[in-house]
Each structure stands twice: as structure tokens, then as C-alpha cells.
């Protein structure tokens, strides 16, 4: 049985500590990321780990991710 986890601040230095840890324990699915301002790594977060909700700090922001 999976453990699913949200993780808050995710392009951050913890948040990017705790996906190495998910990357390395197969039970932890994420099922939700929230970041900032760093759409690159964040974009690249969501590809790889797909949770089921996404959020950044800005509107305009999230539509730029969108888009891509």
C-alpha cells in the first residue's frame, strides 16, 4: 500500500530534499506540489512525479505552466 504525501515548497531546498526521498521509496506516491515562483523545476516536478493537483504562488504563474 502506497503512502501518498503532499509537499509545500517543493523547489525548494526541503521540498527538493523530500522528492529524493520519494524518488528512492517506491511505497510514497505525491498526490499534490505547491511552489513558488521557479516554474522550470517545477514544471519538471509535475512531469515526473504527476500528482493530482498542482499549485503556484501566482496566477499568472500557473497559467504560464499551463501553457506548457
Known amino acids: 500500500m502506497s503512502k501518498m504525501i503532499s509537499i509545500l515548497g517543493s523547489t525548494g531546498s526541503i521540498g527538493t530534499q523530500t ?3 520519494v524518488r528512492d521509496n517506491p511505497d510514497l506516491q505525491v498526490t499534490g506540489l505547491a511552489a ?3 516554474i522550470d523545476l517545477f514544471e519538471k516536478q509535475v ?3 504527476r500528482p493530482r493537483l498542482v499549485s503556484l504562488q ?3 504563474a500557473c497559467k504560464e505552466l499551463k501553457v506548457r
Request: no cysteine; charged share 35%; hydrophobic share 25%.
Open 19 to 21: 522528492l529524493e526521498i
Open 36 to 38: 513558488g515562483t521557479n
Open 47 to 49: 512531469r515526473e512525479f
Open 58 to 60: 501566482s496566477e499568472q
